[in-house]
């Protein structure tokens, strides 16, 4: 199961980075994100109701709601929202710290990350470095420091997770993800974001991919991964995700870009969490 749930968070989430990139093309971040979590936390939720499972508690949704605002609200839509001001080598440079700062976060909190996984974080860095060798690496202050923001509580919401009382399985993670798109929605209409239902056949397309394959698979996997094994471990994706979605973007025909583009751009759209 382990196995199944790495392979889901190393190669399928990392497929999913183009849909994110068609779709905040067309549709404002925020509004994705909360329409998004929505419907797979929904779906997760109303499947563990139809098979009796027990919901979670006033005090389990809290903090689903807390962790699904740290992880997803500002851990996915900040990093969207701050690609505006950041290129995208920058972006993936900045992201590839997490791995290290949920290291670190751990620590903190009381359990630092056991020696092989300071050697796959190790590991990690150098082969992030040498995918960025000759990247525009350019961006502006408040873009830096709001995708470092964001960088900071994925990270701490993926430590807390293993502290907080939440419900296991698919029952929590779908609490944690319909919470989050709740709060999405309610950031999208403070923020005066456009809600328009979209037309084009490439948008739903992009916009179901990443309900089933993002969220109901490769969310649910990573949190799977970070509740039997470690958080430091399920960061790791961060350094597996963008060479797997340069081989989804090159061989993708709506987008003519050079590979070294595509590499950047790929990855960097929502690279927190897909």
Known sequence: MIGACLLAVYIIWGTTYFAIKVGIAEVAPFFLIGTRFVAAGGVLILA?????????TR??????????????????GGVAVAERWVSSGATVALISVMPLATALWSGALGKWPR???????ALGAVGAAVM???????????GT??????????SLGT?????????????????????????????????GEHWAVPTEPKLW?????LVVFGSLIGFSAYRYIVERVSPTLAATYAYVNPPVALLAWTQSASFRQTPTTAAADGSGTGLVSP
Not at 48 to 56: D, G, T
Not at 145 to 154: Q, R, V, Y
């Open 115 to 121: 020696r092989w996984e300071w050697l796959a974080i």
């Open 48 to 56: 563990q109701m139809l098979r009796a499972q027990r919901m979670p």
């Open 205 to 209: 397309w992009a916009w179901g991919y």
């Open 159 to 191: 430590v807390l997770s293993r502290r907080l009382d939440l419900p296991h399985g698919p029952t929590g993670f779908g609490a944690e993800m319909l919470s989050a798109g709740v709060i999405a929605l309610v950031f999208s209409a403070a923020l």
């Open 59 to 76: 005090k389990q949704w809290r903090n689903a709601a807390f962790l699904g605002f740290l992880l997803l609200v500002v851990g996915n």
């Open 132 to 142: 960025l060798m000759g990247h525009d690496l350019h961006g502006s202050l408040p």
């Open 145 to 154: 420091a709001l995708i470092l923001l964001a960088t900071s509580c994925w």
